[in-house]
């Protein structure tokens, strides 16, 4: 389950209703994650709302609610999730130096890494089958949904999710264990 010994007593008062247990949860995180969303999406009003979405579900749910990892871990996955899903729902266009590079507390003037960053997803890219690199970059690039890109390819829509799952795990693959955070 979770490893940190005040992470676990928090969540056992949280579910047995404990209202200043989940204020001390809500008052510990809600200032980071929603940092963490704003850097994602920049719009700060949203992300102050999606930490609430966050929030209300915990409490919500708190009775069967569980955890694999640690509570901290859980509670910015969700954020990012939440982030990742307003995104795509919203058309909110993503740009490469924004993907994961807060996460793992790099230097944001850091041109080198973004560069290479870049680089090599723009390699991985090219490497892929030619159909599958044109609906990716009209998925990615263009912001189109899949919707969008089925009609104007003239295919179905599962075939452009087939198309960028697949596109995802060859890019995935080619970068490695060294950007693993990025998704």
């Given at each position: 389950?979770i490893?940190n ?29 929603e940092?963490?969303?704003t ?11 999606l ?7 915990i409490?919500?749910?708190?009775e ?11 509670l910015?996955?969700?954020?990012r ?7 795509r ?6 740009y ?6 807060q ?25 892929l089958?030619?159909?599958c ?18 009609k104007?390819?003239?295919i179905?829509?599962?075939?452009v ?14 970068l490695?264990?060294?950007?693993s955070y990025?998704?």
């Amino acid at each position: 389950m979770i490893g940190n010994h005040d992470d676990i007593l928090l969540l056992k008062l949280i579910k047995q209703g404990d209202q200043i247990a989940f204020k001390h949860l809500f008052y510990q995180y809600v200032d980071s994650l929603e940092r963490f969303i704003t850097y994602y999406i920049h719009d700060r009003e949203k992300s102050q709302e999606l930490v609430l979405d966050i929030f209300t579900y915990i409490w919500e749910n708190r009775e069967r609610f569980e955890i694999k990892l640690t509570l901290k871990a859980y509670l910015f996955q969700a954020a990012r999730n939440n982030a990742f899903t307003y995104i795509r729902d919203k058309k909110v266009p993503v740009y490469l130096e924004d993907v994961g590079v807060q996460e793992m507390g790099y230097d944001y003037n850091s041109d080198l890494e973004v560069k290479e960053l870049h680089h090599l997803i723009e390699e991985a890219v090219s490497l892929l089958p030619e159909k599958c690199r044109e609906i990716f970059k009209k998925s990615r690039k263009e912001n189109l949904t899949n919707k969008e890109i089925a009609k104007e390819l003239q295919i179905s829509e599962k075939t452009v999710e087939g198309q960028i799952t697949i596109a995802l795990r060859k890019i995935r693959a080619y970068l490695g264990d060294s950007y693993s955070y990025l998704w």
